[in-house]
């Protein structure tokens, strides 16, 4: 069984920063993949950014030049740098993990963005 807990969302004024983390615990597994994706009110789940094992990237349209994933693999935990907030950033943030064993996709239980003056 793998966990992934996420943290770092809040409140936080238009053009301001904050930083998610979200790390993966339990017994022996291989990621293949590590993403973040947001739904906000009323929208469907959208997807932010990854980054693959290998560290290739994507995001976005919406993000880039805004949003910066990074990972630390010795700690199993993915990262979204996110500069240059806007209202429309505000959603439920949630961590990916595209396992390659098990093999699966894990969810975190989502962290909140707010972005309000």
């Known amino acids: 069984q793998v966990q992934l807990v996420e943290s770092g969302g809040g409140l936080v004024q238009p053009g301001g920063s904050l930083r998610l983390s979200c790390q993966a615990s339990?017994?022996?597994?291989?990621?293949?993949?590590m993403g973040w994706y947001r739904q906000a009110p009323g929208k469907q789940r959208e997807l932010v950014a990854t980054i693959t094992r290998g560290g290739s990237t994507n995001y976005a349209d919406s993000v880039k030049g805004r949003f910066t994933i990074s990972r630390d693999s010795a700690k199993n935990t993915v990262y979204l740098q996110m500069n240059s907030l806007k209202p429309e950033d505000t959603a439920v943030y949630y961590c990916?993990?595209?396992?390659?064993?098990?093999?699966?996709?894990?969810w975190g239980k989502g962290t909140l963005v707010t972005v309000s003056s």
């Open positions: 339990g017994r022996s597994f291989r990621i293949y993949a």
């Open positions: 990916n993990f595209k396992l390659v064993t098990p093999v699966g996709d894990y």
